[in-house]
């Protein structure tokens, strides 16, 4: 659900990431790009199934507009959380970019993914961390 802030709407992402330097990247990517997201970060596939059933320490935050999930995480992996989500129809509607920088990995989400899902490789250089953020925003807006 996008927020407004000050008559400004912005856009509600849930990074599930536990790399703190991709964290960053995408962040001053997005920041490059002139996206003005709220990203919250959760560092672990159960933290993240938390956040988005509103559970614990997470109750009564916004409903993410996007979920930027990386597939290898700590306590449940990746493609645990994207089975969850896609199995839960309140969370099923939520776009879901994949990021991996294992190309095996990336290759069988690719092969499970739906309508809805994104699967892309975790760049190599700060400018392709750029054109990746611009890539997920133009996905986001395609899905809503």
């Known amino acids: 659900m996008e927020t407004t802030w000050a008559g400004v709407k912005q856009v509600e992402v849930l990074m599930?990431?536990?790399?703190?330097?991709?964290?960053?990247?995408?962040?001053?990517?997005?920041?490059?790009?002139?996206?003005?997201?709220?990203?919250?970060?959760?560092?672990?596939?159960?933290?993240?199934?938390?956040?988005l059933h509103r559970r614990g320490k997470y109750t009564g935050v916004f409903r993410p507009d996007l979920i930027v999930l990386d597939l290898k995480l700590p306590r449940k992996s990746g493609l645990e959380v994207l089975d969850e989500i896609r199995r839960d129809p309140a969370?099923?509607?939520?776009?879901?970019?994949?990021?991996?920088?294992?190309?095996?990995?990336?290759e069988i989400a690719q092969s499970r993914s739906r309508p809805g899902e994104r699967c892309i490789a975790k760049p190599a250089t700060f400018a392709g961390y750029v054109d990746m953020v611009n890539i997920i925003e133009a996905f986001r807006k395609v899905t809503r």
Request: negative net charge.
């Open 91 to 106: 969370l099923s509607s939520i776009p879901v970019v994949v990021l991996s920088s294992s190309v095996s990995e990336l």
């Open 16 to 51: 599930v990431e536990d790399n703190r330097g991709d964290v960053v990247l995408v962040k001053e990517a997005m920041a490059k790009a002139e996206l003005e997201h709220n990203v919250t970060v959760v560092t672990d596939g159960m933290d993240a199934m938390d956040y």
